[in-house]
């Protein structure tokens, strides 16, 4: 361990004035997908997240809630920490700013600041958000109210200790235009010099003495330290700051500070500042990441409008909310959460793209070759070496991008073989290989192939998607082999074992059906299933055109079929439905057509049909068929070669 680089990243420590919202998530499954990133690259990680507990805000939501604030704050941590849990959250520590190892060092550091002239006595007069618990200037205020929040603000008047801001200024702003990584993303830096430190720096009150839940000032009781001097020093007291032996001589400085713009202004000010004043050195980049807002604007738990990230989890997968949360917005910027653009990120980059590579790949491999892994003996140049080299470029594009933050981009580059992967089962059509005993080998090889793919993806998405690659690793064969869990196997292609036992498993992310799951998580009433008014449906049993539009009629092309078994009627039929896409049906045709006579027929096919079960295989959709008085049947084919997916009007 003690060779290994280190790295520290933390997020902000989160206040508990209520349960926190999908947000709030946002910035911990960032933080926590750059540990994991971390440790699966070899460094020695600590990743710190914790809670704020202090302030006149929270002593006034317990007495509203009719609690002592002690037991009001324990209730939310509790709950905090459930929901780190629920949504795979592997930090190395949780500081509380209530606990002693974070108490006894915060006054120290304000007597030493006492000491050396950094904070004096003084009275402070003018505006106050509690919320934000901020103060503000005239000339800050929006119209009367708090420029962050758009609340009211309160005009105060109190003995106060402040520490002398501008003392440090200029030794910040040199900083800060030497080491352009400070700040990230760079639009940030230029807001906090013109907006905040180049119009010069106010003292700043770092006590309060109209309420009692906080640090005393251990000279003066009758004051309490305020939240910001309290709060930001949670990045080193969790260390163990100042004493010999402890992991504030390993990690600090912090490599990465991960906050919401927000509060941007207290972490790259206020905090800098602090540690100038300690004589500490300064966290290499702070990066204030944009916010997550709905379609109407910000979300917060004050306007009652937050979305609870335990629903969504407990719903659809924490590695389901965890890929759009990553995935969905380029880090830095502002995103839209919709339940539309979740759910589709749901079905086509988890279900469509990764869930139907594996369980197609795993079903050939089943089916063609009883699931042992076969060996790649018949390698074609051509048609293997865009896998191949697409696959073991990723490992470094992904590491180009996340050491930038860009944990967006770094989860296209890993699409990118999760796609070529599926496009290299449409090129090779393993589906007729295995006509042709002459083409076993080849056949094998590209079995072989995609496998070793799925393994690369599933290495690569551990920090992401954790839960994900467990299921993989049971399918393909390796869930006991940690060495090909491994970054470092991911050096050379053709690492898996041949004679490996592979076995298709359940569907990694199910698709939904996008209206059912918005109606649902809306509580909206059920919708009737047709618009046509009654008076006519019963008079001539006619559609309108909006109703015959509804049904999603596309061309299919049969890839593989199979008796279904303990059942004479029924055959299993997977059918390409276009763009690489797959789906797997479960059709009453076994007395009309034999499983060898479907393949490669193009077919019409309802794709918008709700999924069910049938003898307990799941069907996703239809295939036409037509029936004479006598009970023959035949399907409902094309005459022309058209492609998969295209749609029948």
Known sequence: MADKKSFYITTPIYYPSNRLHVGNSYTTVAADAMARFKRLTGYRVWFLTGTDEHGQKIQRQAEAAGKPTAEFVDEIVDWIKELWE?????????????????????????????????IYKGKYEGWYCTPCEAYWTERQMDEGNCPDCGRKVELIDEEAYFFRMSRYAQALIDHIEANPEFILPPSRKNEMINNFLKPGLEDLCVSRTSFDWGIPVPFDPDHVIYVWLDALSNYITALGYGEEGSLHEVFWPADVQLIGKDILRFHTIYWPIFLMALGEPLPKTVFGHGWLMLEEGKMSKSKGNAIDPRVLAERYSSDALRYFLLREIPFGQDGIFSLESFITRINNDLANDLGNLVSRTLTMAERYFDGVLPEPTAYDERADEDLRSTALQIPDAV??????????????EIWLLVRSSNKYIDDNMPWNLAKDPEKRDRLGTVIYNLIESIRFVAVIIQPFIPRTPDSIWEQIGIKDDPELQSWASLGKWGAMKPGTTVKRGDDLFPRLNMQAEI????????????????????????????YFQKVDL??????????????????????????????????????HYKPEELVDQSVLFVANLKPAKLRGVLSQGMILAATDQDGKLALSTVDQDLPPGSRVS
């Open 86 to 118: 629920e949504l795979d959250i592997c930090y190395d520590d949780f500081i509380r700013t209530s606990e002693p190892r974070h108490t006894e060092k915060v006054a120290r550091m304000f007597t030493r600041f006492y000491e050396q002239g950094d």
């Open 399 to 412: 590491e180009s991008e996340m050491e930038q933050m860009k944990i967006s981009d770094a989860l296209t």
């Open 519 to 546: 109606r649902e998580m809306r509580g909206d009433p059920p919708v009737e299933e047709t618009n046509v008014p009654e008076k006519e449906e019963e008079q001539e049993g006619l559609i309108n055109l909006e």
């Open 554 to 591: 596309r061309v299919a092309k049969v890839i593989s079929a199979e008796s279904v078994p303990k059942s004479d009627k029924l055959l299993k039929i997977e059918v390409n439905v276009g763009e690489g896409k797959n789906r797997q049906v479960v059709a009453g045709i076994a007395k």
